[in-house]
Nanobody, 113 residues
């Protein structure tokens, strides 16, 4: 079992920046950031080198494997970036072929116009 804890959300004016962090309680394989706005489906924001078109050039994902931590630097924020942002991670059990997925509790990002 892996616990994921996000932090760094908050309220910011349009054009501002926020940095999110996700700390995992253990080592993980794939990790990524998702978000869910009110009334909308959860969508992928960034994972590995893949970014949603809506955030390309503004958001940057990074990892510090030594600290089991993933980051999301968000610049030039827009009101449409307002959502709950979730950390996602997978762990594959070596030799078993089984993978497990984990989600954080989410952190609210609100961008005012």
């Amino acid at each position: 079992q892996v616990q994921l804890v996000e932090s760094g959300g908050g309220l910011v004016h349009a054009g501002g920046s926020l940095a999110l962090s996700c700390v995992a309680s253990g080592s993980t394989d794939a990790m990524g950031w998702y978000r869910q706005a009110p009334g909308k489906q959860r969508e992928l924001v960034a994972a590995s080198t893949n970014y949603a078109d809506s955030v390309k050039g503004r958001f940057t994902i990074s990892r510090d494997n030594a600290k089991n931590t993933m980051y999301l630097q968000m610049n030039s924020l827009k009101p449409e970036d307002t959502a709950v942002y979730y950390c996602y991670a997978e762990r594959t059990i070596p030799g078993s072929g089984r993978s497990y997925a984990y989600w954080g509790q989410g952190t609210q990002v609100t961008v005012s116009s």
